[in-house]
């Protein structure tokens, strides 16, 4: 059976966790910009919800079901994120680190304005529902 609350939040209710993780690959590149050998990562954020969205439609019933959170679905592998990718760098450094400071930084306020918007157009819908209840 399909979940009514999923399916009108839409994509925007897929897209959030996903935008704070691809936050925080990011935030993590940034804390790291002086470890020798560290390299850039990232999230292939379409990809990543393209398969979000497939998950939460077969999840309507014609998924397998899982009996414990132990269980492996598909396209999962225990702890890692099949989407995560190692960024190169434009100019790469004596020590290897990939991480570019200042293309971190604008990726950054990029993802931030982006998780923004994908906040703002749930709270749209949340408070469309509310006023549907209410009347008011």
Same mark, same amino acid.
């Given at each position: 059976m399909s979940n009514p609350?999923?399916?009108?939040?839409?994509?925007?209710?897929?897209?959030?966790? $996903? /935008?704070? *993780? /691809?936050? *925080? $690959?990011?935030?993590?590149? $940034?804390?790291?910009?002086?470890t020798p050998g560290y390299r850039a990562q990232d999230l292939d954020f379409n990809a990543a919800l393209k398969a979000a969205g497939a998950a939460r439609e077969s999840a309507s019933g014609d998924g397998m079901a899982t009996t414990s959170e132990g269980h492996i679905r598909s396209g999962e592998i225990a702890g890692l994120n099949p989407f995560q990718i190692t960024r190169e760098a434009d100019q790469p450094s004596l020590d290897g680190n990939t991480v570019d400071p200042d293309a971190e930084r604008a990726a950054y306020g990029r993802a931030a304005l982006e998780y923004r918007a994908s906040l703002s157009f749930l709270e749209s819908k949340v408070k469309n529902m509310l006023t549907a209840i209410t009347g008011s």
């Open positions: 609350i999923a399916s009108y939040l839409g994509v925007h209710a897929d897209a959030l966790p $996903l /935008r704070e *993780q /691809r936050m *925080q $690959l990011i935030a993590s590149n $940034l804390s790291n910009v002086d």
